[in-house]
């Protein structure tokens, strides 16, 4: 049971530490600053226009769709950084798969262009 | 040093490769095909499906496993991909005529059909918790879109937003379910579950019932089982009628596969448990869907409470846990989509420019007006009831009777008053058809076309003619559990 909870130590000693530094923080800056709150100061931003309606607006769709694609071969690009890193060690084989892998994406890649997907009208 | 890379057994996961690949060429090829002409993608699609079909067939008696030890092909998931590829190139005949009178005949239906058939597949043919999930979602995604594909109707976005909720709510559910197995045992392959759980004890282990419950609850989703079938009338009323043929067999197929997989090989030490669990549940399931069948005045709903009735048929073949329980199951779904796509493929015939045709009251009269299509109609709805000669008799009859042998005496009762209680609301179709009064002749007849008249007829064939000879299929079924026998 201890060793198998062992490896989590650095883990545990991590998140004390992340914690720790917030609340130091907050903490500090609360005792050794000043308190001279007025409305300038308050407001959410201290420079540029005042918000003047709410944040729920509709969106078009169209932002969605980019969103999408982006994910898309974000992922993939994030996907081939460990394949890189080992592309000696594995070989042949290895260059095959993520052959076929990036012809599966540039199936979606065609079909996504041919269908207007990455034109904003 | 180099690494190898264990070099998986690619021969073994030909019908997926195939399947994929026709799929990603569907899409590329929809692109040069003009709007008025998407039928052509249909035909291809069809035709694509049937050969892989044919090929999935060579894999009978060929047992491997492999992508180190996640994927495994035996003839338990042989026998439901040919469910599933069956199901898929009867729908994509009943839709041919469909999409074009609901102005959606796209491409892309077909594809998407596709890609939820290769998820299914894989999710069958999955040795591993992680992998079928991987198989559950890619057939769920697909599945969200083909049942919004009427994208201009209300009804048919509304289904697809509450199936995709509910989907997501319940998919976190089961990877709970996984997250708990994996915490409790260290692994994720349904082997090495087993083995650990048998070496150390853990049959009895709390958090492992509750990674039970999970589990069953994630599959349950798909299977509509009670409590997890509100979702199932809406969708199935709101979805094109071919997608609600679908999924009402397909999915299903591919939630009970995996789940026999699971209980029976995962965690088949904890039986007297999920057996509880499954009694209640089955009990619950054929219960609500064939009293709330009876309320019903629109068909697609009425079918849909039927369908979750047949879900809690299917389960005793999974609780009694013998071969011919499990035989059952895999017999039943080929009964089932004989039937179930049968008796939507009339609802289909009866969709008319102008009319939709989905309530008991268009079903009026259709003795009269098409009378092949009515006499077909009753052969499904004696199928659906359980009546000889039909191949639901002979599902039923295997389901029952292995309840019966593993001793739930009390659940057949159950099941056996169910049926009677589905009889009623069965006949008030056929009443409709043979007693009522036909429609005045200004609306036109209800005449299917040629591709929707041929899947009528081959399923109509198919479940008189496995109900009168059930002994083949019958013998395939109960090879394709000899899987299981080990963890009976």
Redesign the interface.
């Known amino acids: 049971m201890y060793h198998a909870i062992s490896e989590y130590v650095p883990v545990l000693i991590l998140l004390a530490l992340a914690v720790g530094f917030g609340v130091v923080t907050l903490l500090v800056s609360f005792l050794v600053r000043p308190n001279d709150p007025y409305p300038d100061k308050l407001s959410p931003y201290e420079c540029g226009i005042d918000p003047f309606t709410t944040g729920k607006l509709q969106i078009p769709v169209r932002f969605f769709v980019i969103v999408m694609l982006f994910l898309l071969f974000d992922v993939e690009a994030v996907f081939m950084y460990p394949w890189a890193a ?1 592309y000696k ?3 042949w ?2 260059f095959v798969e993520m052959f076929l892998f990036i012809v ?1 994406l540039l ?1 979606g890649y ?2 996504a262009w ?2 207007g997907a990455l034109e904003w009208e | 040093m180099t690494t190898v890379l264990p070099v998986p057994n690619l021969a073994a996961i030909g019908p997926e490769i195939l399947v994929t690949v026709l799929a990603c060429g569907l899409l590329l090829v929809d692109l040069f095909i003009p709007k008025d002409r998407k039928r052509a993608v249909g035909i291809l699609a069809l035709a694509g499906t049937v050969v892989t079909a044919l090929f999935t067939m060579r894999y009978w008696n060929y047992s491997a496993t492999t992508f180190s030890g996640m994927f495994v092909v035996d003839n338990f998931a042989v026998i439901f991909k040919e469910v599933f590829l069956f199901a898929t190139a009867i729908t994509i005949l009943i839709s041919l005529r469909y999409l074009e009178i609901e102005k959606v005949s796209l491409g892309e239906y077909y594809a998407l059909m596709l890609f939820c058939t290769l998820g299914m597949m894989v999710m069958v043919s999955a040795a591993d918790l992680v992998v079928i999930y991987i198989g559950l979602e890619t057939m769920a995604l697909s599945v969200y879109v083909l049942s919004g594909f009427m994208r201009f109707n209300v009804k048919s976005s509304e289904a697809a937003l509450k199936y995709f909720l509910v989907g997501v709510f319940i998919s976190g559910i089961l990877l709970y379910g996984i997250a708990l197995t994996y915490g409790v045992v260290g692994s994720t392959n349904l082997n090495a579950i087993a083995e650990t759980i048998k070496l150390k004890g853990l049959k009895d282990n709390p958090v492992l019932m509750i990674a039970m419950f999970l589990l069953a609850a994630g599959f349950g989703l798909e299977i509509a089982m009670a409590p997890f079938h509100f979702w199932a009338p809406d969708v199935y009323e709101g979805s094109p009628t071919p997608v609600t043929a679908f999924i009402s067999v397909a999915p299903k197929a591919a939630a009970f596969a995996a789940l026999i997989r699971v209980f029976v090989v995962g965690i088949g030490l904890m039986a007297p448990h999920w057996q509880v669990l499954l009694w209640v549940i089955a009990a619950l399931t054929m219960t609500i869907g064939n009293v709330t069948a009876a309320l019903q005045s629109n068909v697609k709903r009425m079918l849909a409470y039927s369908s979750i009735a047949h879900a809690g048929y299917m389960l005793l073949g999974i609780l009694a846990a013998n071969t011919t329980g499990l035989a059952g199951v895999a017999f039943y779904f080929f009964a089932y989509a004989f039937m179930n796509m049968g008796a939507f493929g009339v609802i289909i015939l009866l969709r008319r420019e102008g009319i939709v045709g989905d309530e008991v009251d268009d079903f009026k009269g259709l003795a009269h007006t098409n009378p092949m299509a009515a006499l077909l109609m009753v052969v499904f709805l004696l199928s659906l009831t359980g009546i000889p000669p039909t191949a639901g008799f002979i599902g039923k009859f295997l389901l029952f009777s292995a309840a019966i042998k593993a001793g739930f005496y009390w659940l057949v009762v159950i099941a056996v008053l169910n049926s009677v209680v589905s009889l009623f609301y069965y006949f008030r179709i056929a009443q409709a058809m043979y007693m009522g009064e036909a429609p005045d002749s200004s609306i036109p007849r209800p005449q299917g076309a040629p591709s929707l008249t041929v899947a009528i007829a081959i399923v109509g064939i198919l479940t008189l003619f496995f109900g009168i000879y059930p002994h083949h299929l019958v013998e395939l079924a109960k090879a394709s559990v000899t899987t299981f026998i080990p963890f009976l």
């Open positions: 080992v060690k594995i070989g084989y290895g599966i199936v065609i079909y041919a269908k």
